[in-house]
């Protein structure tokens, strides 16, 4: 497994010109934050990475995007593949409307696994790897709904895990879920990484320190700042990164 | 093959089963109407349009269903926009949110889901016998006004709806009373999209045959009607007719009257179409 | 003076949105009232189990199953063809297609529903049956196949907008973790986006049948007006609303229990229509609420 390269990245919406040359390459088995206010462009670069941005119009994007050493704006590459390479965890926790077990098995019935037997074992694996089997291994059959907010995202990063993706996205996956929540998320989180390469949008500056490796400060559709998070949160280099980080603005 | 590329190769066979879908019923309706025109446009004149009906399919014309017709437009028109605006006010701007208004609201859905034939079998009981009014056109417009009632009404509560409260609060601020509030400031506002969905309604008024035969119309009329009283046909109701002949010049005639009729509601389909872009353009809130 | 103006204003507007109440009163004190002495000379029973309906004959019988049947039929017949024609439309419009084609190709749809039902029938009549007949030897001149599928195109425009609506209700969430997971347009529309949506397409078939159930022209002028019980699409038969237009037609007396055949057939129509309507309306309801 490699890096993921971003290099001299620009994208439009229309002529809100949205990410401004950015260039940064991502660590393999880190979790790497990306931090900045509002509108500052962080959601934008993290669905970058598995071309989620495609389906929106007036898109425009000039760089490369490296995965592998292979450029994923490449015509040639297939989206569906790269995105069971990336996998993606979105802010609100979004279950399909079918059971918990369904939910699991999309990703595999998609790509034409039907095998009980394999899709018992899979999404059994997938669950305990979001530490979330032992909670609902007796409910596989009910409505995904019927859990709390906090093991649907669990349930969602499962769902994600069950195609074996290499790279996970992560799109500020706490800020619905509550504190209690929110903290066996961060440690799964810490889990994960071991075994995948994760980036992570977060509006949440301790969330940022807990868990993440290096982190990146965006504002208004740069990169300021990219470091270890460790040096980014004791000396910032920048005065808008310091700024943003002891809250005074954002 | 592997299983992306299956995959893929099932997005786009749908996508241009998608596209063909799309075009399937407009392609046809195109092909009616091309052979309509070929059959009809030769028999179209303006003798066609100012004779009356006849035995003699070569001399028949639609002259007493299209005044029949008119004069039905014109007495539907006055009854239905009247009680449906004056409904829809009192729905959006009045009526208290509670039981009534829920019952209204729910019975309203539901006249709009009944077939125009039972408005017919109303109409014949209530406006051709009770009220004595025979097959006239005043009983058929009564029905016919039922019968887009529910529709204007519909269409009024949306236009208000779309119009933002800020106005009326202004009003208000001013020192209006509700009604002054809303006939010169809300209605104003909202008569343009009001407007179109009236157009639109009579649009499909004016192709209505089932209803009115139920009620009374005729199928042979041979004078045109001078009062609200007076015995009708109609343009659907004498292409209904020459349609249900054997004799094939009867078909001419019947495809002669469609293109009339088609006209006349692609007209007015069209004017309202007209009013809604212009409406759209003129107004952004 | 200003105050009882405004008083009088409330009330005449109120007046009108009464009358909405006394229509379907009205509709209902009159079919219940016609209907319940027509059932005095024949038995209920007789009326909804019977499949011979012969009223206007000497030898009379009084099964509606015969008008049914037909009613039934011809709407099945226009469901099979709507249904995937503007369930496609929608999916097409709602997921693959531009802003730009949308915009044109919607209110042309909409010219499909606005053409009157004569023309239809005449189409259907003239124009559909004789083309099939070159393919389908057995086909009579009047059938319900052809009014069938003429309904069909009518309706699409009902299918494709209604279902387009429930598909633009799915949350935009769902979409994203579909493709997030390598899922095609194709896979996403059929594995989340139709069961999310499905009571809202569910509402969109229930109107479109409930509309072609009321249908009268079209299959007054090319379905025929012959009371057979039969579900073979190829052979002429009467529906329910047909049998209304014929009797109002010819010159049956009035208050005679011919006459009053046309209020007990109505009173089925009607209640057909009717639940099926609050189905739609309680369906509707409740997949509102599912995403707010």
Request: net charge positive; hydrophobic share 40%.
């Given at each position: 497994m490699n890096q993921l390269i971003a290099k001299n990245i620009n994208v439009w919406y229309g002529d809100n010109h949205a990410l401004q040359d950015v260039s940064m390459i991502i660590d393999p088995f880190q979790v790497t934050a990306l931090i900045g206010p509002s509108g500052c462009g962080k959601s934008t670069f993290l669905r970058l990475f598995n071309r989620m941005n495609d389906y929106i119009e007036n898109f425009r994007m000039e760089g490369e995007i490296l995965i592998n050493d292979i450029n994923i704006y490449d015509p040639v590459v297939n989206t569906e593949e790269l995105r069971k390479k990336v996998g993606m965890v979105f802010q609100k926790p979004n279950p399909f409307p079918s059971s918990i077990y369904e939910n699991v098995a999309f990703g595999m019935r998609i790509q034409g696994m039907n095998k009980k037997s394999e899709l018992d074992e899979v999404v059994e694996t997938s669950l305990k790897k979001a530490v979330l089997w032992d909670e609902v291994k007796d409910s596989l059959k009910k409505p995904a709904f019927s859990l709390s907010g906090g093991q649907q995202q669990r349930l969602c990063i499962a769902r994600t895990l069950a195609v074996e993706p290499e790279v996970i996205l992560m799109d500020e996956p706490a800020s619905a879920l509550d504190p209690i929540s929110t903290s066996k998320l961060e440690n799964l989180i810490f889990e994960l990484k071991k075994s995948y390469t994760i980036v992570i949008v977060t509006h949440n500056m301790q969330q940022a320190g807990r868990i993440s490796d290096k982190t990146a400060f965006f504002y208004m559709g740069k990169l300021i700042e990219y470091d270890t998070t460790k040096r980014m949160f004791l000396k910032p280099a920048h005065l808008q990164t310091q700024n943003y980080i002891t809250g005074r603005f954002g | 093959m592997n299983r992306t590329k299956k995959n893929r190769l099932n997005d786009s066979l749908f996508k241009y089963f998608g596209i063909l879908n799309t075009l399937l019923g407009l392609i046809m309706l195109a092909v009616f109407i091309f052979i309509i025109l070929q059959t009809g446009l030769s028999r179209l004149s303006w003798d066609f349009i100012t004779s009356l009906p006849s035995r003699f399919p070569e001399k028949a014309g639609i002259y007493t269903a299209l005044i029949g017709t008119f004069w039905m437009l014109a007495l539907t028109i006055i009854f239905s926009v009247t009680l449906g605006v004056s409904a829809g006010i009192y729905l959006e701007e009045y009526a208290r949110k509670g039981f009534f208004s829920r019952m209204l609201e729910i019975n309203i859905s539901n006249l709009v889901g009944v077939p125009s034939v039972i408005y017919g079998i109303l109409g014949l009981a209530l406006f051709n016998r009770y009220l004595g009014l025979g097959g006239s056109l005043l009983a058929g417009s009564f029905t016919l006004s039922l019968l887009i009632i529910p529709v204007i009404i519909v269409t009024t509560r949306e236009s208000l709806k779309a119009v933002p409260r800020t106005i009326k609060e202004a009003a208000y601020a001013l020192g209006a009373t509700r009604w002054q509030a809303i006939s010169r400031q809300l209605l104003p506002a909202a008569s343009g999209s009001i407007v179109t969905g009236i157009i639109l309604a009579l649009a499909r008024a004016i192709g209505e045959a089932a209803p009115l035969i139920v009620v009374g119309a005729l199928v042979y009329v041979p004078f045109i009607p001078n009062s609200p009283l007076d015995d009708y046909t109609l343009l659907p109701i004498q292409i209904f007719n020459w349609t249900s002949r054997p004799q094939p010049e009867f078909q001419v005639n019947a495809s002669a009257g469609i293109i009339v009729l088609l006209f006349l509601t692609f007209v007015l389909n069209g004017i309202s179409i007209y009013l809604r872009n212009k409406w759209q353009k003129k107004v952004k809130w | 003076m200003r105050r009882t103006k405004e008083k009088v204003i409330e009330k005449l507007l109120a007046a009108s949105g009464l009358m909405t109440i006394l229509t379907t009163a009205g509709i209902l004190v009159i079919l219940i009232y016609e209907s319940s002495r027509f059932f005095i000379d024949v038995s209920i029973w007789e009326f909804l189990t019977g499949t011979e309906w012969t009223?206007?004959?000497?030898?009379k019988e009084f099964g509606i199953w015969p008008l049914l049947s037909a009613t039934f039929l011809t709407s099945l017949i226009a469901l099979l063809v709507a249904l995937p024609v503007g369930l496609s439309i929608a999916i097409y419009l709602n997921e693959y297609a531009n802003r730009n084609f949308r915009k044109t190709v919607k209110p042309m749809l909409e010219v499909l529903a606005s053409v009157p039902t004569v023309v239809y029938g005449f189409f259907a009549l003239t124009i559909v049956t004789p083309f099939l007949q070159q393919f389908i030897p057995g086909l009579a001149g009047f059938n319900s196949l052809s009014p069938g599928i003429v309904m069909g195109i009518m309706i699409i425009p009902m299918i494709s907008s209604l279902s387009e609506d429930a598909l633009f209700a799915v949350p935009r969430t769902l979409r994203d973790a579909s493709y997030g997971m390598g899922a095609t347009r194709f896979q996403t529309v059929f594995r989340v986006l139709i069961p999310s949506a499905s009571s809202g397409i569910i509402v969109s078939v229930i109107l479109a049948v409930s509309r072609a159930i009321g249908e009268t022209m079209i299959v007054a002028i090319a379905a025929g007006q012959q009371p057979n019980f039969t579900f073979n699409p190829l052979v002429p038969v009467e529906t329910i609303t047909t049998y209304i237009v014929q009797v109002s037609l010819g010159d049956v007396p009035r208050d005679s229990l011919e006459y009053r055949t046309i209020f007990a057939a109505g009173m089925v129509l009607f209640l057909l229509t009717f639940v099926m309507n609050n189905i739609s309306l309680w369906l509707k309801r409740k997949y509102h609420r599912q995403y707010e």
């Open positions: - | - | 009223p206007l004959f000497s030898k």
